[in-house]
């Protein structure tokens, strides 16, 4: 079992960033790749970005592309997401996610484990 726990949301005006932290534990961290994810009220789940186990490889989904950055500690068993020049459209519940294996994948199915969530929410 791995136990992940997001932290860093809160309200935010357009054009602000902030930055979420998971924190993981459990399983050795450095085994998982990691994903971030979020909803919307009234919406589905929406695939954010990814990170693989060591770091070295990213992938983001086209609508945080160039604003949103993950980086992951593995000596600290965290996985960041930096976002900057905020939108309205960015407001949403995130969670990070973690899953086994190499793949890189927005799929969420392919994640094993989730957190709870933290709410971020942008105003105009």
């Known amino acids: 079992q791995v136990q992940l726990v997001e932290s860093g949301g809160g309200l935010v005006q357009a054009g602000g960033s902030l930055r979420l932290s998971c924190a993981a534990s459990?399983?050795?961290?450095?085994?998982?790749?990691m994903g971030w994810f979020r909803q919307a009220p009234g919406k589905g789940r929406e695939f954010v970005c990814h990170?693989?186990?060591?770091?070295?490889?990213?992938y983001y989904a086209d609508s945080v592309k160039g604003r949103f950055t993950v980086s992951r500690d593995n000596a600290k068993n965290t996985v960041y997401l930096q976002m900057n020049s905020l939108k309205p459209e960015d407001t949403a519940v995130y969670s990070c996610?973690?899953?086994?294996?190499?793949?890189?994948?927005?799929?969420?199915?392919?994640?094993?484990?989730w957190g709870s969530g933290t709410q971020v929410t942008v105003s105009s």
């Open positions: 990170i693989n186990r060591s770091g070295g490889s990213t």
């Open positions: 996610a973690a899953k086994a294996g190499v793949t890189i994948t927005g799929n969420e199915r392919a994640y094993a484990y």
């Open positions: 459990g399983r050795t961290f450095s085994n998982y790749a």
